[in-house]
Antibody
Protein backbone atom coordinates (compact mmCIF):
# COMPACT_ATOMS: atom_id res chain seq x y z
CA UNK A 1 0.00 0.00 0.00
CA UNK A 2 1.33 3.42 -0.98
CA UNK A 3 1.97 5.66 2.03
CA UNK A 4 2.86 9.33 2.26
CA UNK A 5 3.81 10.63 5.69
CA UNK A 6 4.36 14.33 6.28
CA UNK A 7 6.35 15.73 9.18
CA UNK A 8 7.93 18.97 10.36
CA UNK A 9 4.87 21.08 11.05
CA UNK A 10 4.55 23.28 14.11
CA UNK A 11 4.27 26.80 15.45
CA UNK A 12 6.48 29.47 13.93
CA UNK A 13 6.58 33.24 14.23
CA UNK A 14 5.84 35.54 11.27
CA UNK A 15 8.98 35.99 9.21
CA UNK A 16 10.32 32.64 10.35
CA UNK A 17 11.20 29.48 8.43
CA UNK A 18 10.19 25.84 8.55
CA UNK A 19 11.00 22.72 6.55
CA UNK A 20 8.41 20.03 5.91
CA UNK A 21 9.22 16.50 4.81
CA UNK A 22 7.12 13.85 3.11
CA UNK A 23 8.32 10.24 3.16
CA UNK A 24 6.83 8.08 0.40
CA UNK A 25 6.79 4.29 0.48
CA UNK A 26 5.63 1.45 -1.79
CA UNK A 27 5.71 3.75 -4.80
CA UNK A 28 7.98 4.47 -7.76
CA UNK A 29 8.94 7.79 -6.23
CA UNK A 30 11.73 8.65 -8.65
CA UNK A 31 9.30 8.60 -11.61
CA UNK A 32 6.67 10.69 -9.86
CA UNK A 33 5.76 14.34 -10.05
CA UNK A 34 4.97 15.31 -6.47
CA UNK A 35 3.05 18.26 -5.11
CA UNK A 36 2.28 20.19 -1.96
CA UNK A 37 -1.32 21.24 -1.35
CA UNK A 38 -2.50 23.23 1.67
CA UNK A 39 -5.76 23.96 3.42
CA UNK A 40 -6.20 26.92 5.72
CA UNK A 41 -8.61 26.44 8.66
CA UNK A 42 -12.17 26.33 7.39
CA UNK A 43 -11.09 26.97 3.81
CA UNK A 44 -10.71 25.02 0.59
CA UNK A 45 -7.74 23.23 -0.89
CA UNK A 46 -4.98 25.31 -2.46
CA UNK A 47 -2.14 24.11 -4.67
CA UNK A 48 1.27 25.20 -3.38
CA UNK A 49 3.61 23.77 -5.98
CA UNK A 50 5.19 20.78 -7.65
CA UNK A 51 8.50 19.18 -8.50
CA UNK A 52 8.78 17.03 -11.58
CA UNK A 53 10.76 13.81 -11.81
CA UNK A 54 14.44 14.09 -12.63
CA UNK A 55 13.77 12.37 -15.96
CA UNK A 56 11.49 15.33 -16.73
CA UNK A 57 14.12 17.84 -15.63
CA UNK A 58 13.31 17.96 -11.92
CA UNK A 59 11.90 21.45 -12.40
CA UNK A 60 9.60 23.18 -9.95
CA UNK A 61 6.45 25.25 -10.31
CA UNK A 62 4.83 27.36 -7.60
CA UNK A 63 1.56 29.10 -6.97
CA UNK A 64 1.80 32.88 -6.96
CA UNK A 65 1.24 33.37 -3.18
CA UNK A 66 4.34 31.32 -2.29
CA UNK A 67 6.66 31.96 -5.23
CA UNK A 68 9.97 33.35 -4.03
CA UNK A 69 9.37 32.26 -0.41
CA UNK A 70 8.93 28.47 -0.67
CA UNK A 71 11.26 25.92 -2.24
CA UNK A 72 10.33 22.36 -3.15
CA UNK A 73 13.04 19.72 -3.43
CA UNK A 74 13.34 15.96 -3.49
CA UNK A 75 15.79 13.22 -2.53
CA UNK A 76 15.01 10.18 -4.64
CA UNK A 77 17.55 8.08 -2.70
CA UNK A 78 15.38 8.60 0.41
CA UNK A 79 11.99 8.64 -1.36
CA UNK A 80 11.40 11.98 0.33
CA UNK A 81 9.88 15.29 -0.73
CA UNK A 82 10.66 18.57 1.04
CA UNK A 83 9.07 21.99 1.37
CA UNK A 84 11.34 24.73 2.65
CA UNK A 85 9.16 27.64 3.74
CA UNK A 86 10.64 31.08 4.39
CA UNK A 87 9.40 34.55 5.33
CA UNK A 88 6.26 32.93 6.69
CA UNK A 89 3.07 34.94 7.02
CA UNK A 90 -0.01 34.37 9.16
CA UNK A 91 -1.93 33.50 6.00
CA UNK A 92 0.39 30.50 5.48
CA UNK A 93 -1.27 28.84 8.46
CA UNK A 94 -2.71 25.60 7.08
CA UNK A 95 -2.55 21.85 6.94
CA UNK A 96 0.03 20.93 4.33
CA UNK A 97 -0.52 17.76 2.31
CA UNK A 98 1.92 16.05 -0.01
CA UNK A 99 0.42 14.30 -2.98
CA UNK A 100 1.68 12.40 -6.01
CA UNK A 101 0.47 12.97 -9.53
CA UNK A 102 -0.81 10.00 -11.47
CA UNK A 103 2.20 8.42 -13.17
CA UNK A 104 2.43 9.46 -16.83
CA UNK A 105 -0.96 11.14 -16.59
CA UNK A 106 -2.70 14.19 -15.15
CA UNK A 107 -4.36 14.43 -11.78
CA UNK A 108 -3.41 13.97 -8.15
CA UNK A 109 -3.48 10.39 -6.90
CA UNK A 110 -2.05 9.51 -3.49
CA UNK A 111 -2.28 11.83 -0.48
CA UNK A 112 -0.63 12.05 2.90
CA UNK A 113 -2.61 12.85 6.04
CA UNK A 114 -1.09 16.30 6.33
CA UNK A 115 0.95 18.29 8.83
CA UNK A 116 -0.25 21.49 10.51
CA UNK A 117 1.75 24.70 10.21
CA UNK A 118 0.70 27.59 12.43
CA UNK A 119 2.23 31.02 11.87
CA UNK A 120 1.53 33.24 14.83
CA UNK A 121 3.31 35.62 17.14
CA UNK B 1 -6.06 35.25 -13.10
CA UNK B 2 -7.63 31.85 -13.63
CA UNK B 3 -10.55 31.13 -11.33
CA UNK B 4 -12.12 27.67 -11.23
CA UNK B 5 -15.78 27.81 -10.27
CA UNK B 6 -17.90 25.26 -8.42
CA UNK B 7 -21.33 25.41 -6.84
CA UNK B 8 -20.84 26.29 -3.14
CA UNK B 9 -23.41 23.76 -2.04
CA UNK B 10 -25.76 21.11 -3.35
CA UNK B 11 -28.18 18.65 -1.87
CA UNK B 12 -29.40 15.27 -3.05
CA UNK B 13 -31.86 12.75 -1.70
CA UNK B 14 -30.65 9.29 -0.73
CA UNK B 15 -30.68 7.11 -3.83
CA UNK B 16 -30.83 10.14 -6.09
CA UNK B 17 -28.49 11.45 -8.77
CA UNK B 18 -26.55 14.69 -8.59
CA UNK B 19 -24.19 16.40 -11.03
CA UNK B 20 -21.58 18.84 -9.73
CA UNK B 21 -19.81 21.12 -12.16
CA UNK B 22 -16.40 22.74 -12.57
CA UNK B 23 -16.04 25.79 -14.78
CA UNK B 24 -13.72 28.64 -15.64
CA UNK B 25 -14.26 32.34 -14.98
CA UNK B 26 -13.31 32.91 -18.60
CA UNK B 27 -13.61 30.26 -21.26
CA UNK B 28 -14.79 26.70 -21.49
CA UNK B 29 -13.43 23.61 -19.81
CA UNK B 30 -12.33 20.89 -22.20
CA UNK B 31 -10.43 17.64 -21.83
CA UNK B 32 -7.25 19.68 -22.45
CA UNK B 33 -7.58 20.97 -18.90
CA UNK B 34 -7.45 17.36 -17.59
CA UNK B 35 -10.14 17.93 -14.93
CA UNK B 36 -10.07 15.73 -11.85
CA UNK B 37 -12.25 15.37 -8.75
CA UNK B 38 -11.56 14.84 -5.04
CA UNK B 39 -13.74 14.03 -2.05
CA UNK B 40 -12.97 15.30 1.44
CA UNK B 41 -14.82 14.66 4.67
CA UNK B 42 -14.15 16.90 7.69
CA UNK B 43 -10.84 16.18 9.40
CA UNK B 44 -9.69 13.82 6.67
CA UNK B 45 -7.25 14.05 3.80
CA UNK B 46 -8.72 14.34 0.32
CA UNK B 47 -9.48 11.19 -1.63
CA UNK B 48 -9.05 11.01 -5.40
CA UNK B 49 -12.21 10.06 -7.29
CA UNK B 50 -11.65 10.88 -10.96
CA UNK B 51 -8.63 12.01 -12.98
CA UNK B 52 -8.10 13.04 -16.58
CA UNK B 53 -11.78 13.88 -17.07
CA UNK B 54 -13.32 10.43 -16.63
CA UNK B 55 -10.87 7.84 -15.27
CA UNK B 56 -11.89 6.47 -11.88
CA UNK B 57 -9.15 6.13 -9.32
CA UNK B 58 -8.50 2.67 -7.91
CA UNK B 59 -11.27 1.46 -5.62
CA UNK B 60 -13.75 4.19 -6.52
CA UNK B 61 -17.21 2.75 -7.17
CA UNK B 62 -18.78 3.24 -10.58
CA UNK B 63 -21.50 5.38 -8.96
CA UNK B 64 -19.00 8.19 -9.51
CA UNK B 65 -18.37 9.32 -13.08
CA UNK B 66 -16.69 12.26 -14.76
CA UNK B 67 -17.45 13.99 -18.03
CA UNK B 68 -17.54 17.26 -19.92
CA UNK B 69 -21.05 18.75 -19.99
CA UNK B 70 -21.37 21.78 -22.19
CA UNK B 71 -18.57 24.15 -21.22
CA UNK B 72 -17.82 22.59 -17.83
CA UNK B 73 -16.37 19.46 -16.31
CA UNK B 74 -18.89 17.42 -14.37
CA UNK B 75 -18.94 14.85 -11.58
CA UNK B 76 -22.07 12.73 -11.47
CA UNK B 77 -22.98 10.65 -8.43
CA UNK B 78 -25.75 8.12 -8.89
CA UNK B 79 -27.50 6.25 -6.10
CA UNK B 80 -26.36 8.79 -3.52
CA UNK B 81 -25.57 7.37 -0.10
CA UNK B 82 -25.30 9.00 3.31
CA UNK B 83 -21.53 8.71 3.33
CA UNK B 84 -21.32 10.67 0.07
CA UNK B 85 -21.98 13.73 2.21
CA UNK B 86 -18.65 15.52 1.81
CA UNK B 87 -16.84 18.41 0.19
CA UNK B 88 -15.98 17.86 -3.46
CA UNK B 89 -13.16 19.68 -5.21
CA UNK B 90 -12.17 19.80 -8.84
CA UNK B 91 -8.81 20.81 -10.26
CA UNK B 92 -7.80 21.98 -13.70
CA UNK B 93 -4.36 22.15 -15.26
CA UNK B 94 -3.81 25.63 -16.70
CA UNK B 95 -1.10 27.44 -18.59
CA UNK B 96 2.06 26.28 -20.27
CA UNK B 97 3.48 25.30 -16.89
CA UNK B 98 0.56 22.96 -16.22
CA UNK B 99 -0.19 24.71 -12.94
CA UNK B 100 -2.84 23.09 -10.83
CA UNK B 101 -5.82 25.27 -9.88
CA UNK B 102 -8.42 24.11 -7.39
CA UNK B 103 -12.04 25.07 -7.48
CA UNK B 104 -13.55 26.45 -4.32
CA UNK B 105 -15.30 23.19 -3.54
CA UNK B 106 -18.93 22.04 -3.32
CA UNK B 107 -20.43 20.92 -0.04
CA UNK B 108 -22.81 18.05 -0.80
CA UNK B 109 -25.59 17.26 1.62
CA UNK B 110 -27.48 13.98 1.40
CA UNK B 111 -30.96 14.35 2.89
Amino acid sequence: EVQLVESGGGLVKPGGSLRLSCAVSEFTFSDAWVNWVRQAPGRGLEWVGRIKSKSNGGTTDYAAPVRGRFIISRDDSKNTLYLQMGNLRTEDTAIYYCTTEVLYNYGLEYWGHGTLVTVSS
Amino acid sequence: QTVVTQEPSFSVSPGGTVTLTCGLNSGSVSTSYYPSWYQQTPGQAPRTLIYNTNTRSSGVPDRFSGSILGNKAALTITGAQADDESDYYCILYVGSGAHVVFGGGTRLTVL
